[in-house]
């Protein structure tokens, strides 16, 4: 499907904990997958029937505490050279902690970006608490990477609304690079106006296959809009392959869907080829 130089930009290696969480409920209906852990092999499998070299694996944690931990992925990273990064997760209940926990493996691990996930903290992205993440990941020189749009599971979306919300934030941290995944839906005006707007505001498509992407969002990717959009599944949800199974009925330039598949990707997280 591509010739193994894509990147996916959201990935989880669920463990028991993760899988165990009641709002999962909504996301088994949708989808074929169940509350097994997945081999690691069968996500490597995945990837490479899609052409994805590099799958960015996220920690989650959430007011309930750790539900894939940084030490986890980490090993992972460790495990599969190449072939995965990492993603720092953290307690926004503890932001000292939090700060310290970024920095150390940005630093010494070398995680390529930093992702809370709103809606499990029930706290919009302009919430005080997150204000100490922003200022390490400026200062680390590392993407903020969030949920935007509603939500699958059975949780408040108003957490992923991007206005006023992230607007206010990327205000105020002008040199911040954030990542907003999920597309956005059904806030796209509100999406893309913050895209025009914000340099280094990013949009990933992860949880959508690219054949149901809002057309809105294709003919921004078809446009100016090339250089700003990343291709993420958020598998095991959704499989890479099946996100991109339709990838021509975008009708991307060649140009725009090297970027899409891996381009933008490899500039916006640093990733080494």
């Known amino acids: 499907m591509t010739s193994g130089d894509a990147v996916d930009v959201w990935m989880q290696q669920p463990t028991e904990r993760f899988l165990a969480q009641p709002w999962l409920e909504s996301l088994l209906r949708w989808t074929?997958?169940?509350?097994?852990?997945?081999?690691?092999?069968?996500?490597?499998?995945?990837m490479d029937e899609a052409g994805v070299g590099v799958g960015l694996l996220s920690a989650w944690h959430g007011p309930q505490g750790s539900l894939i931990s940084n030490e986890e992925v980490a090993a992972l990273v460790e495990r599969y050279p190449g072939r995965f990064a990492g993603?720092?997760?953290?307690?926004?209940a503890d932001p000292v902690a939090a700060v310290k926990e970024i920095r150390w493996y940005v630093r010494e691990l070398g995680f390529v970006a930093v992702r809370v996930v709103?809606?499990?903290?029930?706290?919009?992205?302009?919430?005080?608490?997150?204000?100490?993440?922003?200022?390490?990941?400026?200062?680390?020189?590392?993407?903020?990477?969030?949920?935007?749009?509603?939500?699958g599971p059975l949780c408040p979306s108003e957490p992923g609304r991007p206005i006023p919300y992230l607007d206010?934030?990327?205000?105020?941290?002008?040199?911040?690079?954030?990542?907003g995944g999920h597309v956005g839906y059904p806030w796209m005006a509100e999406v893309l106006?913050?895209?025009?707007?914000?340099p280094n505001f990013h949009i990933d498509t992860s949880?959508?296959?690219?054949?149901?992407l809002p057309p809105?969002?294709?003919e921004f990717m078809r446009g100016r809009g090339r250089s700003r959009v990343l291709f993420g599944s958020n598998y095991p949800m959704v499989t890479p392959g099946r996100c991109l199974d339709r990838l021509p009925e975008l009708g991307l330039d060649v140009e725009a869907t090297e970027l899409f598949l891996g381009g933008n990707a490899r500039r916006?997280?640093?990733?080494r080829a």
């Open 32 to 46: 074929s997958m169940t509350r097994a852990v997945p081999r690691v092999e069968d996500t490597l499998a995945a």
């Open 87 to 92: 993603v720092v997760a953290v307690d926004l």
């Open 118 to 151: 709103p809606w499990l903290w029930n706290l919009p992205p302009n919430d005080r608490r997150y204000y100490p993440l922003y200022v390490a990941c400026v200062e680390e020189d590392v993407p903020f990477c969030t949920q935007i749009g509603h939500t």
């Open 168 to 179: 206010e934030v990327l205000l105020d941290f002008p040199e911040l690079v954030v990542v």
């Open 193 to 198: 106006s913050l895209a025009r707007k914000y």
């Open 207 to 212: 949880a959508y296959a690219v054949h149901r």
């Open 216 to 218: 809105e969002l294709v």
């Open 268 to 271: 916006v997280f640093d990733l």
